[in-house]
């Protein structure tokens, strides 16, 4: 079983949908939660991170992670075609005096279609 | 454009081969990080640079090493290629050793046939 687990699609949604993202995670020591958008071809550009669990809004963007269910999620409100592209999250683990490892975990990532 | 820099973009060799891929990171940023991307695995941590100091190693296979130099590039060397080494190679950088903030390059795209 992969530490991180991110449903593949393909999701296809209108342009001004509301989209929903989603990964579940094994490890309880992740404790950094990030959200990556890869364009084809193109290396990962970072979204949004956040530490540990509750909500981050960033304009139309809004990740959410809950722990106790070892579950995070980026919601994309007034989706556009120009957010078609394979959203990844990616997760890290704290050790010792609560810093991060460096190392990212990635899940396999979800490749979104919002089309006009 | 994320400030970091990979080279090349593209690199065809043959198996058997060595190839030495090189990454400049953004200015100021001392952690150099390097993953594989491929279709069926998805994007897997190799290992991690600190200030020219391994600080962190995932699964990289034996043939594979890397080193950062004083001027805070990096390098990844990849030896006796085989067709499963075929994969998008990515670099990253970040300001501290910690990789929550993570910048990628554009990935060099290795093909071996």
């Known amino acids: 079983q992969k530490e991180v687990e991110q449903d593949p699609g393909p999701l296809s949604v209108p342009e001004g949908a509301i989209v929903s993202l989603n990964c579940t995670y094994s490890?309880?020591?992740?404790?950094?939660f990030m959200w990556y958008r890869q364009y084809s071809r193109k290396g990962p550009e970072l979204l949004m991170y956040t530490y540990s669990s509750g909500n981050k809004e960033d304009g139309r963007f809004t990740a959410q992670v809950d722990k106790s269910s070892k579950y995070i999620s980026l919601f994309i409100r007034d989706s556009q075609p120009s957010d078609s592209a394979t959203y990844l999250c990616?997760?890290?683990?704290?050790?010792?005096?609560?810093?991060?490892?460096?190392?990212?975990?990635f899940g396999q990532g979800t490749i979104l279609t919002v089309h006009p | 454009d994320s400030g970091v820099t990979q080279t090349p973009k593209h690199l065809i060799t043959a198996t058997g081969q060595r190839v030495t891929l090189r990454c400049s990171p953004r200015s100021g940023d001392l952690s150099v990080y390097w993953y594989q991307q491929s279709l069926d695995q998805g994007l897997q941590f190799l290992i991690q640079?600190?200030?020219?100091?391994?600080?962190a190693k995932g699964n990289i296979l034996e043939r594979f090493s890397a080193q950062q130099f004083p001027d805070l590039h990096s390098e990844l060397n990849l030896s006796s290629l085989e067709l499963g080494d075929s994969a998008l190679y990515f670099c990253?950088?970040?300001?501290?050793?910690?990789?929550?903030?993570?910048?990628f390059g554009q990935g060099t795209r290795l093909t071996v046939v």
């Open positions: 640079y600190y200030n020219g100091e391994e600080r």
């Open positions: 990616a997760m890290s683990a704290v050790g010792a005096g609560g810093t991060s490892y460096g190392k990212l975990t």
């Open positions: 990253a950088s970040s300001g501290t050793g910690q990789g929550t903030e993570a910048f």
């Open positions: 490890n309880s020591a992740f404790q950094y």
